[in-house]
C-alpha cells in the first residue's frame, strides 16, 4: 500500500475535506449509473474521465487510511439524519465492505429510479405522490446508512491492524537476542 501511496497525489490527502470512503463509494455508483443510462459520446466520455479520478481518490483514501497518513478521526462522518421513525422503515445495514457496496449500489439504482418519477411528478396520479416522497426519503436514508457502514468497515479495518501491529512491535521488542552457540 505505502508504494501505491507513494505513486499519486499526497496532497489529496491533506484537503481538509468532509470526503470518506463511504462518499466516494457512493459518488462511483451514481456515475456508474449515469454511464449504464447514457448513450452521447461526449457525456460518455466525460464520465469515464470523471471514473477515472474516482478511481485513483479512492485508492489514494484507502491507502493513506492504512499507512495512517489519514486520522481514524477523518474516516468517518455521521449523517446525523434527524427524522420520524414510525412510518418509515429503513432497511438494516450489515455485513462485510463487500456486501455493504453491494447494498450501496442497489440502493442507488432504486433511487435513481424513484427519482425519475419526480421529474415527471405532474404525472403521478395524485394519490401516489405521498408514497412517492416517502420512498424517495426512506432509500435516501439507507443510501446514507450505507456510506456509514462503509466508513466504519473501514475505520474497523484500520484499527484492527493499528493493533495488529503494535501487538507484533510489542512481541519483538519482548523477545530475547540468541547467544550464538
Known sequence: MEELFATRRPYLIEL???ETLGSLCDKLTIIKLKQWHSTDKARL????????LLLEEIDE???GALTG???EERLTFQSNKVFKKKGNTVAAVTGAMGAVMAQLADVNCRLWHEQEKVYDFEHVP???KGALMRQ??????ERNRCMEAIDRNLLAEVV???KAAAKKKKVVAGRRPRRAV
Open 61 to 63: 483514501f484507502v491507502a
Open 69 to 71: 497518513l489519514i486520522r
Open 160 to 162: 484492527r491492524r493499528r
Open 136 to 141: 424517495l426519503a426512506v432509500l435516501n436514508l
Open 16 to 18: 481538509d475535506m468532509a
Open 126 to 128: 395524485d394519490a401516489e
Open 45 to 52: 466520455k466525460s464520465l469515464a474521465g470523471q471514473e477515472a
